[in-house]
Each structure stands twice: as structure tokens, then as C-alpha cells.
């Protein structure tokens, strides 16, 4: 948790082909812990913070709503 998002994961999703252009993905992390932007094709569209916590929505670069 405190460690930020597991960039390693994220790569094996987009190494296993798992991600489709309707992809969605929720990570939460420590607000005090930077993330990227974003993790190959996935690009940050939103962002909360919520006390410590911070919520992190990721999807892929060039869907759409």
C-alpha cells in the first residue's frame, strides 16, 4: 500500500494482452506515494483522495467515455 502502485503488474497486463480499449483500472495507494501518469497505454483519468488514501483510475490511452 505504502509502496505505491506495482508498476510490474500493470506491465504484465499489457504483456499478457489484457487490456482492451474498454479497460478500466482502479488502484489505491498512500496520497504521499508519487504514481506515474501513466503505465504503457494506461493513462490516469482521475484522481481522489480520500484522508491518507488516494484512489487512482487508470484507462486505456484513446478510449472514450
Same mark, same amino acid.
Given at each position: 500500500?505504502?509502496?505505491?502502485? @506495482? =508498476?510490474?503488474?500493470?506491465?504484465?497486463? !499489457?504483456?499478457?494482452?489484457?487490456?482492451?480499449?474498454?479497460? *478500466?483500472? &482502479?488502484?489505491?495507494?498512500?496520497?504521499?506515494?508519487?504514481?506515474? @501518469? =501513466?503505465?504503457?497505454?494506461?493513462?490516469? !483519468?482521475?484522481?481522489?483522495?480520500?484522508?491518507?488514501?488516494? *484512489?487512482? &483510475?487508470?484507462?486505456?490511452?484513446?478510449?472514450?467515455?
Amino acid at each position: 500500500y505504502a509502496q505505491g502502485i @506495482d =508498476a510490474g503488474l500493470l506491465q504484465a497486463l !499489457v504483456d499478457r494482452g489484457l487490456l482492451t480499449p474498454d479497460t *478500466v483500472v &482502479v488502484a489505491e495507494h498512500a496520497w504521499r506515494t508519487p504514481v506515474a @501518469d =501513466a503505465y504503457g497505454p494506461l493513462r490516469r !483519468v482521475r484522481q481522489k483522495r480520500h484522508g491518507d488514501t488516494c *484512489v487512482s &483510475v487508470y484507462a486505456v490511452e484513446g478510449a472514450t467515455d
